[in-house]
């Protein structure tokens, strides 16, 4: 089982040894716990059982006196000889600083218990902590260029830190949470996974390996591509060094033609703005330009003129006091009555 909590190489410094338990300095205690239990166990697991359960120690008649060791049963010399050993065992994996915290105590349990308490607290303190650790939990994702490996090590940190606390989690629902917290990337690789892999018998050992090979595949497919496209641009960069320069007079042509074209499209672009500007006058003219009466009346009769005929020509257009004809008759008249 990985640790309950990130510990450093360097923090190990003691309990390696097959022979000596693990010392604990106040730090890491949950590692510690783990560690001392299987190493109990390893020597004796009646050494565990009396440590984990309560040992009472045998009374006289009255059970308030203790007995003296020569008047205990056999059994219960032999529970008395496993107290002596695990309560050994436990002052030995402790630091002075914590070994004055037990010191006082009689019993193996008794020790357990004082140092449960005091590092893993109260059932308060315990059931804060696993709603923080199941936060953690709901929440997990695979952070951006992360490994496989230490996605997995963050995993196991948070999870055996829940079922340290008393939390129990099916081997189906580890893997699903990981295949879920899994990126973009991955979905193909989940999605083949959960097709053609029986969940509730995957260990998380097995999907931890399908995942690397298939992140190591992905990392190799990756440097190919990337080594092709810096083929690609040495090769463009050689063909561009390659190639002939450009003439002094083909550069100056070129700067000619480049100058010519900027010349046109400054003229083209004075002249759009003058008619725009010309367009916006007469716009805002006719804008300001009252209506008359007068143009209306003009408007008017000259409809009219051109409905009516005269009596006199029988023309339209006009009426017979407006007649040409009728005028050149009256100047006519006019002439021969001054001659006479």
Not at 171 to 181: G, H, S
Request: glycine share 4%; charged share 35%.
């Amino acid at each position: 089982m990985a640790l309950p909590t990130h510990i450093p190489d360097d923090a190990i410094c003691e309990g390696l040894s097959a022979n000596r338990p693990p010392l604990f300095k106040g730090l890491h205690y949950n590692f510690w716990k783990r560690r001392m239990m299987i190493y109990l166990q390893g020597i004796d697991i009646e050494l565990w059982e009396v440590t984990r359960k309560p040992f009472v120690s045998p009374k006289k008649e009255d059970k308030i006196t203790p007995k003296e060791f020569c008047d205990l049963e056999p059994e219960e010399k032999r529970l008395a000889q496993l107290n002596a050993k695990a309560l050994n065992h436990l002052q030995c994996g402790l630091s002075p600083s914590e070994f004055n915290r037990i010191c006082n105590l009689s019993t193996a349990y008794e020790v357990w218990s004082k140092l449960e308490l005091t590092y893993e607290g109260t059932n308060q303190v315990k059931e804060s902590k696993i709603n923080m650790l199941i936060h953690d939990y709901e929440l997990f994702e695979m952070n951006p260029d992360e490994s496989i490996k230490d996605m997995f090590t963050r995993f196991t940190n948070i999870t055996n830190g829940l079922i340290s606390l008393g939390k129990i989690f099916t081997n189906e629902e580890l893997v699903r949470k990981i295949l879920r917290c899994l990126p973009r990337e991955y979905d193909a690789k989940a999605t083949a996974i959960v097709e053609a892999r029986d969940l509730s018998t995957l260990e998380l050992d097995m999907l931890l390996g399908s995942l690397t090979t298939y992140e190591l595949e992905m990392k190799r497919k990756k440097k190919k591509k990337d080594d092709e496209e810096g083929a690609r641009k040495k090769k463009a960069l050689a063909l561009r060094a390659s190639s002939p320069p450009t003439t002094d007079s083909e550069g100056d042509s070129s700067k000619d033609d480049e100058e010519k074209l900027e010349d046109e499209i400054a003229l083209v672009s004075r002249h759009f703005n003058s008619l725009m500007k010309k367009k916006k006058q007469l716009f805002r003219r006719s804008q300001r330009k009252p209506f008359k009466a007068k143009d209306a009346k003009e408007n008017t009769s000259k409809i009219k003129e051109n409905e009516v005929t005269c009596y006199n020509c029988n023309q339209p257009g006009h009426i017979k006091p407006n007649c040409p004809l009728l005028k050149g008759k009256k100047i006519r008249k006019k002439k021969a009555f001054i001659a006479t």
